[in-house]
C-alpha cells in the first residue's frame, strides 16, 4: 500500500472538470485507489465519490492505492494536483 500526502493547490478545489482529471488519471491504474480527507475516504474512480468530499483549494487529502502499479498511481495523481490541473 501506497499513502501520500498532498495540499489542493488551485483555488476552486476539486470541482467537476478537475475532478474528472483526477478520476480519468485514477482508471488508468490497475490499483485500488482512494482519496481520504477528514478520516472520509472515498474511491478515487468515482466522480460521485470524489466531488462529495468538497474539497476545496489548500485542503490536504491522502491518496491510497493498494495493488500492482500502486506506486506509479499515487506519484502521477500528486503531480497532477500539484500542477493546479493546467487551470
Known sequence: MC??????KNQVGLHARPATFFIQKANEFRSSIWVEKDERRVNAKSLLGVL???????TAIK???DGSDEKDAVDAL????ESGFAE
Open 78 to 81: 500528486i503531480a497532477l494536483v
Open 52 to 58: 462529495s468530499l468538497g474539497i476545496v483549494g489548500g
Open 63 to 65: 491518496i491510497i492505492a
Open 3 to 8: 499513502v501520500k500526502d498532498v495540499v489542493i
